[in-house]
């Protein structure tokens, strides 16, 4: 899966994986990274916020994954 770096707030990591792409976006994980826990989300991008997330450089492509999104059973 891809993933991208999330630009955040000082003290938190956050990090965006894509799960599957439709038509009109993606289906992605949002793991936000505290200094004592962490918060997944599932949520759909449309492919035109995703795109303006890059393009802005809100989110940046990770070459080689920072973090694993467990995976649920």
């Not at 492919?47 to 809100?58: A, D, K, M, P, V």
Request: glycine share 4%; proline share 4%.
């Amino acid at each position: 899966m891809i993933q991208y770096r999330v630009k955040s707030s000082e003290g938190i990591q956050a990090f965006l994986e894509i799960v599957r792409e439709h038509p009109d976006g993606y289906d992605v994980i949002i793991t936000n990274i505290y200094e004592d826990y962490k918060k997944e989300t599932r949520e759909f991008l449309t492919r035109q916020l995703f795109e303006t997330c890059l393009r802005t450089g809100y989110l940046i492509k990770i070459d080689e994954p920072e973090y694993q999104v467990p995976i649920s059973a």
